[in-house]
């Protein structure tokens, strides 16, 4: 209890007290929407009472780490309750015959953008899709790279050069001529073409990685014990070797997710990210260029969110990297 | 000792291939194992002890590691090195297992020591994880290993380099093999500690019957539990015998240096003689006897290389001083 703070917990109240109406709609809509949001209920819990845990146990300076963990909290809560967060329909053009950006106010806290849609809302919503690529996106490429990296580590021979080489073939084309021309290729792009796209061009550095430390572990003395008690390959890689390496991965996944936003904001912004009038944060940018002077806010507000994202991810990345190094 | 052996060896020769040549690390070497017979293997380092051992299991890293194609090791009549896959992992450890040098280093520090009994177990038998989890801790306790319950969920780094040793032979036992591999088992850890090893080894090798291969450099340890004696010099076996011969008539010159270079405490003024030299490096084995740059008793015969000769059913030495009766009496 702690670290139970009820200034918070006050704010939680008052907003589930005001915005009533909308948890009600929100409880009779879409089953998706309520599963995402369960998940994120179970995963904001967990994820703080483990970093807490690590950062108690190996005495890491931990007051950026808190910092940076609520911040993603507020982030990843927004994005899963946005139905009930958002107060306007983000794709909703409130007056389309007099359409025009205006200022914050008291109704738009944020603004609206060119065609008076609510930039609050438009953020809120962007959260979603942009967190979610890039949560979904590391998922895949970490997932990928570390199998294939750690099977080409193992097993050696031919197998090995065949997925190293590939992998330098893959790496010899830019990734953001890859990601260009076959996100160009599609005429529609959702959320999970842009999760696919990403994280199958992802993994590379993580299977160059995943095979390295196999490599330094797999002649050491308990793998050749394990082997000699019959464990099989499988067992070795996952139950010895896995764990073994999990910490640069960890650390490799974490500044991965940081990356990925700001790849897909890059992609947004020119005009290859989820189509529109899909919301996110890259595509607000873009959306919001013509008027920088006009409207700056329309710009300067998703930046700061991706800025600032970005940084979490890295302040994360970093503590996790400070608090599994064995000196 | 007269149904067939559990384990032969015939002809084994592993080479390595480096970037500064081909390595001969064991060279035609052949032995047998009976059963529940103690077999020890001695020598100095380098001698090709650990790689004859780790063959035995066909643990060798191939490339670089190369066996060569008479080789054969013949495990109850089945050869391992022709072995594949699956095949293969059911010997591992179940039928033949293995305890290394260093405890520490040969367990994996972020599982548990009970897990790690528990995965050989479930490796081996399909028993579900309470069973496994069960008969780890009565392994724990064979072993030797106070208030076993609690330390299955100990960690590595939380128990000392004899209580690993005895983790070790947990895993090794817990599908009671035929065939029990010690490669050098006491040599990381205290005196003292090493004692109790060996009385834990022997006491296990009674109850449950099996074969033991005990691998080591300490002539103390071979003189305690062995029944039958392989002395490896460069690659090559350079003796064999029972126990007791070997240590009343060492017949090759450098099982009587080995002996020799023993400290002695039944005679406080026994100068100890050390082996001048040390083991040449594999890559680049003497021609002719191997031992001979290094030997006393080395004559003008010794360019040649000589051969195994048996004398007996369980004695060998390979050494022209055995062939020439005249030459060893002068």
């Known amino acids: 209890m702690k670290y139970f703070h009820w200034t918070p917990a006050g704010w939680a109240l008052l907003l589930v007290i005001a915005r009533w109406q909308k948890i009600a709609e929100f409880l009779a809509g879409p089953l998706e929407n309520k599963m995402l949001a369960l998940v994120v209920l179970i995963l904001i819990p967990v994820g703080i009472i483990i970093a807490l845990k690590v950062t108690a146990i190996r005495k890491v300076e931990s007051r950026r780490l808190q910092l940076a963990i609520t911040t993603l909290m507020v982030l990843v809560g927004a994005a899963a309750f946005a139905p009930i967060l958002a107060p306007y329909d983000p794709t909703h053009i409130i007056d389309l015959a007099n359409a025009q950006t205006l200022a914050p106010s008291f109704a738009h806290p944020l603004g609206t953008d060119e065609f008076s849609r609510d930039l609050l809302s438009r953020m809120i919503y962007g959260a979603r899709i942009s967190l979610s690529i890039a949560l979904l996106a590391i998922t895949l490429s970490i997932t990928l790279g570390t199998t294939l990296g750690m099977v080409a580590g193992l097993t050696g021979g031919v197998t090995d050069s065949a997925i190293m080489r590939s992998i330098d073939a893959a790496l010899a084309i830019p990734r953001i001529v890859l990601l260009v021309v076959v996100l160009a290729l599609w005429d529609r792009r959702d959320m999970m073409t842009i999760v696919l796209v990403l994280g199958l061009t992802g993994w590379f550095e993580t299977a160059r990685l995943a095979r390295a430390e196999v490599l330094s572990l797999r002649d050491r003395n308990f793998v050749v014990a394990a082997r000699a008690s019959g464990v099989s390959n499988v067992k070795i890689l996952w139950r010895h070797l896995l764990p073994n390496i999990a910490a640069p991965l960890v650390v490799t996944a974490t500044l991965g997710v940081g990356q990925l936003i700001l790849v897909e904001a890059g992609l947004s912004y020119l005009g290859l990210g989820v189509s529109v009038p899909t919301a996110s944060w890259g595509s607000i940018i873009r959306d919001g260029r013509e008027l920088l002077f006009q409207a700056p806010w329309i710009v300067t507000i998703p930046g700061f969110a991706i800025a600032t994202t970005v940084m979490v991810f890295s302040t994360i990345g970093e503590s996790v990297r400070e608090a599994l190094n064995p000196r | 000792m007269t149904a067939t052996p559990i384990l032969q060896v015939h002809n084994l020769s592993v080479a390595f291939e480096t970037p500064r040549g081909v390595v001969h690390a064991v060279d035609d070497?052949?032995?047998?194992?009976?059963?529940?017979?103690?077999?020890?293997?001695?020598?100095?380092?380098?001698?090709?002890?650990?790689?004859?051992?780790?063959?035995?299991?066909?643990?060798?890293?191939?490339?670089?590691?190369?066996?060569?194609?008479?080789?054969?090791?013949?495990?109850?009549?089945?050869?391992?090195?022709?072995?594949?896959?699956?095949?293969?992992?059911?010997?591992?450890?179940?039928?033949?297992?293995?305890?290394?040098?260093?405890?520490?280093?040969?367990?994996?520090?972020?599982?548990?020591?009970?897990?790690?009994?528990?995965?050989?177990?479930?490796?081996?038998?399909?028993?579900?994880?309470?069973?496994?989890?069960?008969?780890?801790?009565?392994?724990?306790?064979?072993?030797?290993?106070?208030?076993?319950?609690?330390?299955?969920?100990?960690?590595?780094?939380?128990?000392?380099?004899?209580?690993?040793?005895?983790?070790?032979?947990?895993?090794?036992?817990?599908?009671?093999?035929?065939?029990?591999?010690?490669?050098?088992?006491?040599?990381?850890?205290?005196?003292?500690?090493?004692?109790?090893?060996?009385?834990?080894?022997?006491?296990?090798?009674?109850?449950?019957?099996?074969?033991?291969?005990?691998?080591?450099?300490?002539?103390?340890?071979?003189?305690?539990?062995?029944?039958?004696?392989?002395?490896?010099?460069?690659?090559?076996?350079?003796?064999?015998?029972?126990?007791?011969?070997?240590?009343?008539?060492?017949?090759?010159?450098?099982?009587?240096?080995?002996?020799?270079?023993?400290?002695?405490?039944?005679?406080?003024?026994?100068?100890?003689?050390?082996?001048?030299?040390?083991?040449?490096?594999?890559?680049?084995?003497?021609?002719?006897?191997?031992?001979?740059?290094?030997?006393?008793?080395?004559?003008?015969?010794?360019?040649?290389?000589?051969?195994?000769?048996?004398?007996?059913?369980?004695?060998?030495?390979?050494?022209?001083?055995?062939?020439?009766?005249?030459?060893?009496?002068?």
């Not at chain 2, 590691?65 to 495990?75: A, K, P, T, Y």
């Not at chain 2, 992992?89 to 305890?99: E, F, L, T």
């Not at chain 2, 590595?156 to 947990?170: D, E, K, T, W």
């Not at chain 2, 090798?205 to 005990?214: A, F, K, R, T, V």
Request: aromatic share 4%; hydrophobic share 40%.
């Open chain 2, 29 to 330: 070497v052949s032995f047998d194992v009976a059963r529940g017979e103690t077999l020890g293997i001695v020598g100095e380092s380098g001698c090709g002890k650990t790689v004859t051992a780790l063959s035995l299991l066909k643990l060798i890293p191939q490339p670089p590691g190369r066996i060569s194609q008479e080789s054969r090791v013949l495990f109850d009549g089945v050869d391992v090195l022709s072995l594949e896959g699956e095949a293969l992992r059911k010997i591992r450890g179940a039928r033949v297992a293995m305890i290394f040098q260093d405890p520490v280093a040969s367990l994996n520090p972020v599982l548990t020591i009970g897990e790690q009994i528990a995965e050989t177990i479930r490796a081996h038998k399909p028993v579900s994880r309470a069973e496994a989890r069960e008969q780890a801790i009565l392994l724990l306790d064979r072993v030797g290993i106070p208030d076993p319950a609690h330390r299955y969920r100990s960690y590595p780094h939380q128990m000392s380099g004899g209580m690993l040793q005895r983790v070790m032979i947990a895993i090794a036992l817990s599908c009671t093999p035929d065939v029990l591999v010690a490669d050098e088992p006491t040599t990381a850890l205290d005196v003292t500690i090493q004692a109790q090893i060996l009385d834990l080894l022997r006491g296990i090798q009674d109850e449950y019957g099996m074969s033991l291969i005990l691998i080591t450099h300490d002539l103390g340890v071979i003189a305690e539990i062995a029944d039958r004696v392989i002395v490896m010099y460069a690659g090559q076996v350079v003796e064999e015998a029972a126990t007791e011969t070997i240590f009343s008539q060492p017949a090759h010159p450098y099982t009587r240096g080995l002996i020799d270079s023993v400290p002695r405490v039944d005679q406080p003024q026994y100068q100890i003689t050390a082996i001048p030299g040390s083991v040449p490096p594999a890559s680049n084995w003497p021609s002719g006897c191997r031992f001979h740059p290094r030997c006393p008793y080395a004559w003008d015969r010794c360019e040649t290389e000589p051969q195994l000769e048996r004398s007996g059913s369980s004695s060998a030495v390979r050494c022209w001083l055995a062939v020439d009766t005249d030459k060893a009496t002068e």
